[in-house]
């Protein structure tokens, strides 16, 4: 559905054969460092996080509210929308 995505970032819950065989899409793990003690920003892993942030603005999608996938896809894409129409709109 989306044959733009070619790589993902996850972190290391979503290591495993599971994860690798549902998609053809890569995934990479992206590990901390062995010597990390405490908070440690990781490579690549800031972008979802920053992404999670910034849907979580919108309200409906604050917490995993809706009851079916479609309906939650949906309320995500409006998020997205919204951020892209206010991104223009500060650019004009």
């Known amino acids: ?5 070619r790589m993902v970032f996850a972190d ?13 899409i ?30 979580s603005r919108n309200r409906r999608l604050w917490k995993d509210a809706e009851a079916t996938i479609e309906s939650a896809t949906a309320f995500l894409y409006a998020a997205a929308v919204m951020i892209l129409v206010r991104r223009i709109a500060r650019n004009q």
């Open 1 to 5: 559905p989306f044959p733009f995505i």
């Open 26 to 55: 890569a995934v990479e793990i992206v590990k901390r460092q062995p010597d990390q003690i405490g908070f440690a920003v990781q490579p690549r892993r800031w972008v979802v996080e920053r992404f999670f942030a910034w849907i």
């Open 12 to 24: 290391s819950g979503y290591r495993g054969p599971r994860v690798a065989e549902a998609t053809s």
